[in-house]
């Protein structure tokens, strides 16, 4: 399994942002899909963003279109979701999910076989 790990969490206001990374050590993610999740307690984890390997297509949830952005940067071999304009709905859990899949369809968190051990987002006032 690759050793994925996430980072950027923490407390922030409505109407804010934040930025997470997510790296694995060793491997090149450019070679995968890359999957952002999230669980709120007693909820089921949610496909949050997706982005595909060479073509670079990306999938939102609905929740998220127009607020959030994953990217690349290959030069430092991680991957971003830029979070903005921040609910307290998008308190979370985040994970990273690294070789999988984006289908297109939707963003499953069975499609992805490698995962990070979350970072946590807290959005309040």
């Known amino acids: 399994q690759l050793q994925v790990e996430e980072f950027g969490g923490g407390l922030v206001q409505p109407g804010g942002s934040l930025r997470l990374s997510c790296a694995a050590s060793?491997?090149?993610?450019?070679?995968?899909?890359i999957g952002w999740f999230r669980q709120a307690p007693g909820k089921e984890r949610e496909g949050v963003s997706c982005i595909s390997t060479s073509g670079g297509a990306t999938n939102y949830a609905d929740s998220v279109k127009g607020r959030f952005t994953i990217a690349r940067d290959n030069v430092e071999n991680k991957v971003y979701l830029q979070m903005n304009s921040l609910k307290p709905e998008d308190t979370a859990v985040y994970y990273c999910?690294?070789?999988?899949?984006?289908?297109?369809?939707?963003?499953?968190?069975?499609?992805?076989?490698?995962w990070g051990q979350g970072t946590q987002v807290t959005v309040s006032s």
């Open positions: 060793g491997v090149n993610l450019d070679y995968y899909a």
């Open positions: 999910a690294v070789d999988g899949r984006c289908t297109g369809w939707g963003i499953f968190a069975a499609d992805f076989a490698s």
